[in-house]
């Protein structure tokens, strides 16, 4: 069993920053990529970035320059740092990980923590 636990979200006014936490924990052989999604109120989940086991990084356009994505491999950790937040940030942040000895796809999830980007 493996478990993807987030942390860090609550609310900040534009212009703020917020730094988001994943813990993989369970029965882990390896991790390839993780990532975070977003899902805002209406709209379908989106891609926010994501990062290999070598550290190769890839951005949606929207936040590029505002987000950075980073991960501790010894861990099981993966971190998302937003600066320069926007109301249009408003979203559950998801962690999501491709975990096994062959690359398959984000078949983790965690259960999403909110961002609340208001004055």
């Known amino acids: 069993q493996v478990q993807l636990v987030e942390s860090g979200g609550g609310l900040v006014q534009p212009g703020g920053s917020l730094r988001l936490s994943c813990a993989a924990s369970g029965s882990i052989s390896r991790i390839n990529a993780m990532g975070w999604y977003r899902q805002a109120p209406g709209k379908q989940r989106e891609l926010v970035a994501t990062?290999?086991?070598?550290?190769?990084?890839n951005y949606a356009d929207s936040v590029k320059g505002r987000f950075t994505i980073s991960r501790d491999n010894a861990k099981n950790l993966v971190y998302l740092q937003m600066n320069s937040l926007k109301p249009e940030d408003t979203a559950v942040y998801y962690c999501?990980?491709?975990?096994?000895?062959?690359?398959?796809?984000?078949?983790?999830w965690g259960k999403g923590t909110l961002v609340t980007v208001s004055s």
């Open positions: 990062i290999t086991s070598d550290r190769v990084e």
């Open positions: 999501a990980a491709d975990i096994g000895m062959r690359s398959s796809g984000m078949g983790y």
